[in-house]
């Protein structure tokens, strides 16, 4: 089993920054990914960022290219995910994510997820 543990969100005003951390316990991985998705009010979770535990290679969905970043650090089994130039509409619970398979979109464990909320 794994257990994934975000924080990081809170409450920021339009055009700032947030970092969200997502730490994983228990079974470690050696391949697979780790990845971020989101779930606004009234709307289904969707896909923000992952990362290739292995190579590091990085999915972005094209509503946050350019404005926010996905890291890992190997060391302390935590994932990154640099927020910049945040919209209101970014508010949502951010979910960390993490598979040993194969699909950067697609997670099998999950953390209880993080708020962040953006002012206008």
């Known amino acids: 089993q794994v257990q994934l543990q975000e924080s990081g969100g809170g409450l920021v005003q339009a055009g700032g920054s947030l970092r969200l951390s997502c730490a994983a316990s228990g079974r470690t991985f050696s391949s697979g990914f780790m990845g971020w998705f989101r779930q606004a009010p009234g709307k289904e979770r969707e896909f923000v960022a992952s990362?290739?535990?292995?190579?590091?290679?990085?999915w972005y969905a094209d509503f946050v290219k350019g404005r926010f970043t996905i890291s890992r650090d190997n060391a302390k089994n935590t994932v990154y995910l640099q927020m910049n130039s945040l919209k209101p509409e970014d508010t949502a619970v951010y979910y960390c994510?993490?598979?040993?398979?194969?699909?950067?979109?697609?997670?099998?464990?999950w953390g209880t997820g993080t708020l962040v909320t953006v002012s206008s």
């Open positions: 994510g993490a598979t040993s398979n194969e699909s950067p979109y697609a997670m099998d464990y």
């Open positions: 990362i290739r535990w292995v190579t590091r290679r990085t």
